[in-house]
């Protein structure tokens, strides 16, 4: 359906849905961090923002999108998008009152308190967003929140670029999705839902709407990826009824040209029953993620004046698009009888790094296969060319795609037979342990531990001086045998300074992983690594995904040399530490030629591999980590169980070898985990670790009405905020933690890991931890029940 009112501007032949806003060098990064230790002002940060947000103009430009029709979109962030969401509307808790002006705003300094924390005041939670590797702060949301336009960096951002001469399309988080993924704000009474106040959100959209109109904006893009998920806390009616009132307001009741044309994307999935309600509104444009969804079947009822945004390239993925079966298929959306067709990406870009020609350590066959953003500009401008002009126009880069595509499919390494059988040889009793009633005696006999063991997750800082030791020794500066003493004092800082706390199971603080996925990507066969592919995760932090290509297994013992060296300094037992198979996939490119199953199934066995060595050198305790178990869940709900399924067999594959008497732990962090709970029953590990601090034990309430009967540690100190929790805080939610739970089955951990905070942080939070351990230990209530 298309508005009455004056018509809309077509929409460009070729754009793309974002792009990496964190800078090539992690500019944006380094600049925030700065600012937050005091060493450079707001100012300064705002000008190497400007300065990305030029060179993204500039870059996306060049590689051929066009300056004058809003093909350039606009989505910087400084933190992260929703929490730009909840500023621009307004909707800062009340706990950070003081730091609002009297319009609403909040500048640098606010805005990064709200994110982080201060005090005795949380931060948002965190959550992934969607199944992605992202995580995003969730909005809280009351029944009072009082809803206001306190932002007007849209609207200057699109003056900026107006004035270096190129129009955007400001990329706003839509009301839907806004509402979908808020929590009700502490203090909501019982049954309110955030999407209840959507009609009180809508005037400020459409404010900002108008506001953005009169800047000049033509088109708005509006990201609804709530609408192609099951997993948010609505259900599928309520999301339907909400998008068919939210575009009523936005696109039939406010007509152009009091406001930009409108293209409502959504990412990560098939939009199934909300592409008709869409189509049944004014709204101009909209974006299909045709890598994870479809095209429709039939034509879809008003439509005829809808401009689909095909989005035919993976924004999610580095491979290599087969340009000829995409043309194909954007030939085939055309006979849908829409408004137009043009060509996008499945997604934002931000989930890939910047550029493949920026690698030059690559091996040139395997970067020959990758497209990073740069690439997949280039992906989507040349299949508009070819949709507009003709196959002949793009022959020969058409031809030159399906080269490389034949040439990996062919090359050595990507398939391995003995590595294929290996797989097919497996039963499934091999991914069954002892039942837990009879190996649990066994382990309390072992490690005799005392109520509420102590423990960290694994990692310990990565100081400035380790950052150096391993630059130095990729650089050819220090032998492998000084490099492996540098580690090894760290080691022994680490060891001691957890006796000296009075932690109960000791790590080895991992000062020789650069990360938790790439260390192993690293010593396993069928992986390679980037030099400068770095993704933003949260805020200023970024990974350097892995690129698993190939079949995969492991040559050699990668962590036992480690683990070993760590047991001999202390009697205490100590952890061996492991990244889970669906996690190293998970925070990996993974090839796409294959079921994801039949992947993890190989990386499992790899780990297998590790975890019998060892076990076979004396240690325990062995640590499987999956934090990333929830974040591949399928937002639809009728693909989930086949992925629940592998997911499991695959961990269990990993750890099922081991004896009785070795106790295998798992972590698992900022997940929605009530909707995989009885998958993480599934796991069988002896303990799991969660997070629970900053959604104050919240999971607790899912874990209890399970049935969940092997011991769990829920965490009670946030380590993704520099904030510094208090015993009395500490005690506070491990007190209730030991009401939901059976004290005899509590552990007492972090969140995370502690990899990205300072010892200043962590030797106190530590501290806290074991003090507040000691006094709930102490307490007649569990006393009574331990």
């Known amino acids: 359906m298309t508005s009455a009112a004056t018509p809309a501007p077509r929409f460009p032949a070729a754009s793309v849905l974002g792009y990496p806003r964190i800078g090539p060098r992690r500019e944006l990064k380094k600049a925030l961090e700065a600012f937050w230790a005091g060493r450079t002002s707001a100012d300064e940060v705002e000008a190497t923002a400007a300065a990305l947000r030029r060179r993204t103009r500039t870059r996306l430009v060049e590689l051929g999108l066009r300056a004058d029709d809003a093909s350039v979109p606009s989505a910087f962030s400084f933190y992260d998008q929703v929490l730009d969401a909840a500023v621009t509307v307004g909707a800062v808790p009340e706990r950070f009152a003081d730091l609002v002006g009297p319009d609403g705003s909040l500048d640098l300094a606010g805005y990064s308190t709200v994110a982080r924390g201060r005090g005795d005041d949380l931060p948002l939670e965190m959550t992934k967003w969607f199944d992605t590797n992202y995580h995003y702060l969730v909005p809280e949301i009351g029944p009072g929140t009082l809803f206001r336009l306190a932002s007007d960096r849209p609207v200057r951002e699109l003056a900026e670029a107006l004035a270096d001469g190129v129009l955007t399309r400001p990329v706003l988080v839509g009301p839907v999705t806004f509402l979908a993924l808020s929590k009700p704000a502490e203090g909501s009474p019982e049954g309110f839902a955030p999407l209840d106040r959507l009609a009180d959100l809508l005037p400020v959209y459409a404010e900002l709407l108008r506001a953005l109109a009169a800047a000049g904006a033509t088109w708005v893009q509006l990201e609804e990826p709530a609408l192609v998920s099951d997993s948010v806390d609505a259900s599928p009616e309520a999301l339907l009824a909400a998008t068919a009132t939210a575009y009523r307001v936005l696109a039939d009741e406010l007509a152009r040209p009091e406001r930009p044309a409108l293209l409502v994307a959504a990412p990560y999935g098939d939009l199934g029953a909300a592409l008709p309600v869409l189509a049944a509104t004014s709204v101009e444009a909209v974006g299909l993620d045709l890598v994870r969804g479809r095209v429709p079947g039939a034509p879809v009822p008003g439509l005829e004046g809808t401009t689909l945004v095909a989005g035919v390239v993976d924004g999610h993925n580095v491979w290599r698009a087969d340009l000829d079966a995409k043309l194909t298929l954007l030939e085939r959306l055309e006979r849908l009888g829409a408004g137009g067709v043009a060509v996008g990406t499945s997604t934002s870009l931000f989930h890939v790094p910047h550029d493949v020609a920026d690698e030059p350590q690559l091996d040139p066959t395997l970067a020959s296969w990758l497209a990073f953003a740069d690439q997949k500009v280039d992906e989507v401008v040349t299949l508009a060319e070819g949709l507009v002009e003709g196959r002949e126009a793009v022959h020969?880069?058409?031809?030159?795609?399906?080269?490389?595509?034949?040439?990996?499919?062919?090359?050595?390494?990507?398939?391995?037979?003995?590595?294929?059988?290996?797989?097919?040889?497996?039963?499934?009793?091999?991914?069954?342990?002892?039942?837990?009633?009879?190996?649990?005696?066994?382990?309390?006999?072992?490690?005799?531990?005392?109520?509420?063991?102590?423990?960290?997750?694994?990692?310990?800082?990565?100081?400035?001086?380790?950052?150096?030791?391993?630059?130095?020794?990729?650089?050819?500066?220090?032998?492998?045998?000084?490099?492996?003493?540098?580690?090894?004092?760290?080691?022994?800082?680490?060891?001691?300074?957890?006796?000296?706390?009075?932690?109960?199971?000791?790590?080895?603080?991992?000062?020789?992983?650069?990360?938790?996925?790439?260390?192993?990507?690293?010593?396993?066969?069928?992986?390679?690594?980037?030099?400068?592919?770095?993704?933003?995760?949260?805020?200023?932090?970024?990974?350097?995904?892995?690129?698993?290509?190939?079949?995969?297994?492991?040559?050699?013992?990668?962590?036992?040399?480690?683990?070993?060296?760590?047991?001999?300094?202390?009697?205490?037992?100590?952890?061996?530490?492991?990244?889970?198979?669906?996690?190293?996939?998970?925070?990996?490119?993974?090839?796409?030629?294959?079921?994801?199953?039949?992947?993890?199934?190989?990386?499992?066995?790899?780990?297998?591999?590790?975890?019998?060595?060892?076990?076979?050198?004396?240690?325990?305790?062995?640590?499987?980590?999956?934090?990333?178990?929830?974040?591949?869940?399928?937002?639809?709900?009728?693909?989930?169980?086949?992925?629940?399924?592998?997911?499991?067999?695959?961990?269990?594959?990993?750890?099922?070898?081991?004896?009785?008497?070795?106790?295998?732990?798992?972590?698992?962090?900022?997940?929605?985990?009530?909707?995989?709970?009885?998958?993480?029953?599934?796991?069988?590990?002896?303990?799991?670790?969660?997070?629970?601090?900053?959604?104050?034990?919240?999971?607790?309430?899912?874990?209890?009405?399970?049935?969940?009967?092997?011991?769990?540690?829920?965490?009670?100190?946030?380590?993704?905020?520099?904030?510094?929790?208090?015993?009395?805080?500490?005690?506070?939610?491990?007190?209730?933690?030991?009401?939901?739970?059976?004290?005899?089955?509590?552990?007492?951990?972090?969140?995370?890991?502690?990899?990205?905070?300072?010892?200043?942080?962590?030797?106190?939070?530590?501290?806290?931890?074991?003090?507040?351990?000691?006094?709930?230990?102490?307490?007649?209530?569990?006393?009574?029940?331990?």
């Open 396 to 786: 020969d880069r058409l031809r030159a795609a399906s080269e490389a595509l034949a040439g990996r499919a062919a090359a050595p390494g990507v398939v391995r037979p003995e590595v294929r059988a290996r797989v097919a040889a497996l039963t499934d009793a091999d991914a069954v342990r002892t039942p837990y009633a009879e190996r649990e005696p066994a382990q309390t006999a072992r490690f005799a531990l005392p109520p509420l063991p102590t423990t960290t997750i694994g990692s310990f800082p990565q100081t400035p001086e380790i950052r150096r030791a391993r630059a130095a020794f990729g650089k050819g500066e220090l032998t492998a045998e000084q490099y492996e003493d540098e580690m090894r004092a760290e080691i022994r800082r680490v060891v001691r300074l957890q006796e000296r706390l009075g932690l109960d199971v000791l790590v080895h603080g991992e000062p020789e992983r650069n990360d938790m996925v790439q260390y192993f990507a690293e010593h396993l066969d069928g992986f390679a690594v980037t030099q400068n592919g770095w993704v933003q995760s949260y805020g200023s932090r970024c990974t350097r995904p892995s690129l698993l290509w190939g079949d995969v297994s492991r040559p050699a013992p990668i962590t036992v040399a480690w683990s070993s060296y760590t047991q001999s300094l202390t009697p205490k037992p100590v952890k061996g530490m492991l990244t889970g198979p669906v996690t190293i996939l998970a925070w990996s490119f993974v090839r796409d030629d294959q079921p994801l199953g039949a992947t993890a199934d190989q990386v499992a066995l790899a780990l297998r591999d590790e975890i019998a060595d060892l076990e076979a050198a004396g240690i325990g305790i062995i640590q499987v980590d999956e934090p990333a178990l929830r974040e591949l869940l399928p937002l639809r709900r009728a693909d989930q169980p086949d992925y629940l399924a592998w997911s499991v067999r695959s961990f269990r594959l990993a750890t099922a070898g081991v004896r009785d008497e070795t106790q295998v732990h798992t972590h698992l962090c900022y997940s929605e985990f009530g909707e995989v709970i009885d998958a993480i029953d599934g796991l069988d590990a002896d303990v799991t670790s969660i997070e629970a601090a900053r959604s104050k034990m919240e999971i607790l309430g899912d874990v209890a009405a399970s049935g969940f009967e092997r011991q769990i540690g829920p965490g009670v100190y946030d380590i993704h905020s520099p904030r510094v929790p208090g015993t009395a805080e500490v005690t506070e939610l491990l007190t209730e933690a030991v009401r939901s739970i059976d004290p005899a089955r509590v552990w007492v951990n972090p969140d995370c890991g502690l990899k990205t905070r300072r010892y200043e942080e962590v030797e106190p939070a530590l501290a806290h931890l074991v003090a507040a351990t000691r006094a709930v230990r102490e307490s007649r209530a569990v006393a009574a029940t331990v």
